[in-house]
Structure formats: structure tokens, C-alpha cells
């Protein structure tokens, strides 16, 4: 069993920037896929962007330029720096781990931009 805990989520002004952190209780957390989604109401869960173990990074077309994922396998944590954030950004951004077969999600950090 994986434990998450997503912090860093707030109100950011539009264009604004905010970094996510979503830290891991397993101390294997070196070998699990990390990513990071997002829910807004009333709309799917998406995802926004992805880390393999070994560093290799996926994005959202949506998010490519501005948002950056990362780890720190010695803290068992994961990052998601946001730059230059919309308001149709506001969502609930949820951490993910999956390792096959077992996959994990945290309770979620609520983000909110807005003037």
C-alpha cells in the first residue's frame, strides 16, 4: 500500500505560478510511474503530466511549455511546478502511482485561479 499526500495547492492570480508537491510513503517510490491530474467540476479527470522511474517526462499538450514535472527519489516526492496559470485551470489536482499492477491516488490539493 502507497500512501499520497498532495500540498501546495492555493488561489493564484491568473498568469500566476504554483508548485505542487505529492509526497510517497513506500520507500521503493524510485521504481513507481508518478503523474499528476486533474478535475474540474464537472468535467473528467485528465491527466496533465507524467514521470517514468527513470526521469523520462510526458505532457498535456495543453500544459507543454509550462508546467514542469519532477522527482526527488531521495525524498520520495514529486513536483509539479505550474507557470503561467489560466482560470479554466482550477481543478482538484490528484498525485498518481502505478507500479503494474497496483495503482494509487492521493486525496487531492485544490487549486483555484482567479483575479
Known amino acids: 500500500q502507497v500512501q499520497l499526500v498532495e500540498s501546495g495547492g492555493g488561489l493564484v492570480q491568473p498568469g500566476g505560478s504554483l508548485r505542487l508537491s505529492c509526497a510517497a510513503s513506500?520507500?521503493?517510490?524510485?521504481?513507481?510511474?508518478m503523474s499528476w491530474y486533474r478535475q474540474a467540476p464537472g468535467k473528467q479527470r485528465e491527466l496533465v503530466a507524467g514521470?517514468?522511474?527513470?526521469?523520462?517526462?510526458t505532457y498535456a499538450d495543453s500544459v507543454k511549455g509550462r508546467f514542469t514535472i519532477s522527482r526527488d527519489n531521495a525524498k520520495n516526492t514529486v513536483y509539479l511546478q505550474m507557470n503561467s496559470l489560466k482560470p479554466d485551470e482550477t481543478a482538484v489536482y490528484y498525485c498518481?502511482?502505478?507500479?503494474?499492477?497496483?495503482?494509487?491516488w492521493g486525496p487531492g490539493t485544490q487549486v483555484t485561479v482567479s483575479s
Open positions: 513506500a520507500s521503493i517510490f524510485s521504481t513507481y510511474y
Open positions: 514521470i517514468t522511474s527513470g526521469g523520462v517526462t
Open positions: 498518481f502511482a502505478r507500479r503494474a499492477p497496483d495503482s494509487f
